[in-house]
């Protein structure tokens, strides 16, 4: 007795040598989750979910309900203008015969239904409830934004792969590989966890390497990765801000570095690509294919690397018959122009990529000041529902990669991760730090769903 007793006691302080504290905005618990449960000192791990907690500075832990993960996806400073309006019609026409997405279904994120669930019990109103509660069915993706969240994806597929069998319908999970060093180097909302200055590179390899090894144990469940958003957009026309320019040889280092490695593992990987108001201006089109052309035969050209992400965690649509005056003269104004532009280019260049296309937050149009606003727009809606429907042979899917009801970043101006850009006046106020839960903002998103919900 005394002897088991004591084994026991000495089995649970283990994990208390064993791991290192988490930092500020990790992970520090939730199912599937394995690593460290104790936040570095000034924060505090917050439930967020079943699926996820944070640790998240200060003394106060933020309700229970709220979501997490640290999903912003700002979107560039250096490019002018923007879309324009009317929701995405949706044309018909034979998606392409390598499409990754015919013949599957897309696994839903139990953890973006568990932050659906949550916000939906707690609007009063029945009818808009119900709308709410039926989006945790529409596929997003998830965002592996930090290496804690690595063991989740195992959960998933796993998950995955006995739905497979169950229901013998072929599973697709989506994930968004997110963790570069100097992450979000032109914009403040979603800096990462790893530095270049403090090991980044090598923090990087690892994380790919975890993701590719949870990966490899399910070899029958399909996986589609969008491709570290912002970056290498950040490369064609950011290299005047300083962490930019600093961060180009690790950017090109590391993308090779995952690109041939998740490719190898069979993943579909789409490489992001901004928007049409930023590498869609003309004078933007040909630098970014020639980067994104030499980035994909550097890495093997595999025919895995499928092409590229576009309007990731923006507003756009895809197609619009008026241009929203914000594009101020931009002819690629809406999704669809700036994808017919850059494939032909891409083409040239020897990258014959497809694309998909984020329609989440795309519901509603001519909202912003200027083409540039990224966070919380305001009024926004979601929009046209994941199909590979999609009117043109050069896009695979439409596809919901930003879970809409997660912050893009916070209002805060005392915040040590506050960006200007969620204090404009098109920008929905008060919002909370990126990437958690944004109760009055998921519920304008269904309010304003177009088509609605
Ligand atoms: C704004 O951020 C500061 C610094 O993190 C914090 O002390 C303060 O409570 C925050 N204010 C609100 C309204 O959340």
């Known amino acids: ?19 290192a504290q988490t930092a500020q905005w990790g ?63 949706t044309p018909t026409t034979v998606p392409s015969a390598s499409n990754p997405f015919n013949g599957f279904e897309i696994y839903l994120s139990p953890y973006y239904a568990a932050e659906v669930a949550a916000a939906a019990a707690k609007i009063t109103d029945p009818t808009l409830a119900a709308k709410a509660a039926s989006v945790a069915k529409i596929p997003t993706f998830t965002w592996f934004d930090t290496v804690d969240k690595v063991p989740q994806l195992g959960t998933y597929l ?90 180009k040889t690790t950017y090109l280092a590391c993308a090779n570095y995952a690109l041939k490695a998740l490719t190898a593992a069979g993943v579909y990987t789409y490489m992001d690509a901004g928007h049409a108001g930023w590498l869609g201006w003309p004078a933007n089109l040909t630098p970014a294919a020639q980067l994104f052309a030499q980035v994909y035969k550097d890495a093997g050209s595999s025919p895995f690397l499928k092409g590229l992400a576009t309007n990731v965690a923006n507003y756009n649509a895809l197609s619009v018959a008026t241009p929203d005056p914000i594009t101020q003269g931009d002819p690629n104004f809406d999704e669809l122009h700036y994808i017919q532009a850059l494939a032909p280019a891409l083409q040239q260049q020897g990258f014959p990529a497809t694309f998909i296309v984020d329609q989440g937050r795309s ?56 960006d200007s850009t969620c204090a404009l006046s098109d920008a929905h106020q008060p919002a909370p730090e990126a990437g958690t839960w944004f109760q009055a903002y998921f519920e304008n998103l269904v309010s304003k769903a177009n088509p609605p919900l």
């Open 158 to 247: 796993a998950d995955a792969q006995s739905i497979q069998k169950s229901t013998g319908k072929k599973q697709i999970v989506q994930i968004v590989v997110y963790d570069l060093p100097d992450r979000d180097c032109a914009a403040k909302a979603s800096n990462g966890e790893f530095s270049i200055a403090n090991n980044g590179q090598a923090n990087y390899e690892d994380y790919i390497d975890k993701l590719v090894a949870q990966i490899k144990q399910f070899p029958d469940v399909r996986v589609v990765a969008v491709y570290e958003p912002d970056s290498l957009a950040n490369l064609v026309t950011n290299l005047n801000v300083a962490k930019c320019a600093n961060a």
């Open 27 to 89: 992970q520090c618990g939730g199912i599937g989750f394995t690593g460290s449960t104790t936040c570095v000192a000034g924060s505090v791990c917050t439930k967020q979910n079943d699926y996820y907690s944070q640790c998240i500075p200060g003394a106060q832990a933020p309700p229970a309900t709220t979501a997490p993960p640290a999903t912003s996806v700002p979107p560039a400073t250096g490019a002018p203008s923007k879309p324009s309006s009317a929701p995405g019609s």
């Open 363 to 418: 519901g509603q149009q001519n909202l912003r000041q200027q083409w540039g606003d990224w966070c919380n727009i305001k009024n926004a809606g979601f929009g046209t529902r994941p199909t590979t429907n999609t009117g043109s042979p050069l896009i695979d899917s439409i596809v919901w990669v930003k879970p809409g009801g997660e912050c893009d970043g916070t209002s805060n101006s005392s915040s040590p991760r506050f």
């Open 1 to 19: 007795m005394k002897s088991t007793s004591a084994l026991l006691a000495l089995v649970a302080l283990l994990p208390a040598f064993t791991q």
